[in-house]
């Protein structure tokens, strides 16, 4: 028999179960009433995985490519992939040479450069060692798709975040990607890392609106 208010997303139940190692049925089976009195526990990075999430870092570098080529990273989510990834932090290593226009690309892709191994690239041994998300690095003619996003220029020698809180997270659906791109053509594209985490979709959440 159905409950008021039923719960029907069970990553949240087998959370509870798992952090406080519950036995029996599902130990939220529906939502609270009107008023609820509540206390509020310490949920840190450590049990993300047990909300069904799994955190990835990786990253790579690009060499100039030559003339009319743009040394490039790309971060891909596969179409079909069933996966929705939140990118948290990126971040663009030194060069030898000042750095002085890249941009940050995102939006639907099809397509990778060269992939680079991320088989090992978890940070949480609990979860599964590969990501689903491909990350690869190349030195196309025509890198850009989808919208430009962000510009930074890197004096010689220096670092660059373009994620440094919270509100800057990038969701990436099945079928879209981000990536970093030199916009000075022939030049190396110092290294660079994405954190992120994935989780798959809910039911609900593969047709939307």
């Known amino acids: ?21 519950m036995k029996g049925g599902p130990p939220c089976p529906q939502l609270a009433g009107d008023v609820q009195p ?47 990834a939140v990118i948290y932090k990126i971040t663009i290593g030194p060069d030898v040479a000042a ?13 990778d450069l060269t992939p680079f191994s991320s ?6 041994a609990r979860a599964q060692a590969g990501p689903t998300l491909i990350l690869s690095s190349g030195t196309p003619a025509a890198p850009s798709f989808g919208l430009g996003r962000m510009v930074v220029g890197i ?3 220096q670092f660059a975040h373009l994620l440094v809180d919270d509100g800057d997270e990038v969701p990436i659906l099945p079928g879209d ?3 970093v791109v030199n916009q000075t053509v022939n030049t190396p594209l110092g290294f660079t890392a ?3 985490r994935e989780r798959a979709l809910e039911e609900s959440e593969r047709s939307f609106p």
């Open 194 to 196: 994405f954190w992120w």
């Open 177 to 179: 990607g981000i990536q």
């Open 119 to 124: 088989t090992n690239a978890r940070f949480d």
């Open 99 to 111: 750095q002085a226009s890249l941009q940050l690309q995102s939006g639907a892709v099809a397509a």
């Open 38 to 84: 509540s206390i509020a526990f310490f949920s840190g990075v450590e049990n993300r995985v047990l909300e069904g999430w799994m955190l990835y870092g990786n990253g790579i570098g690009a060499s100039a490519g030559g003339a009319g080529t743009f040394a490039t990273v790309r971060l891909r989510n596969p179409t079909g992939s069933n996966v929705v």
């Open 155 to 157: 004096p010689a020698g």
């Open 1 to 21: 028999m159905a409950r008021y208010n039923e719960i029907l997303v069970g990553r949240f139940n087998r959370m509870m179960q798992k952090l406080f190692t």
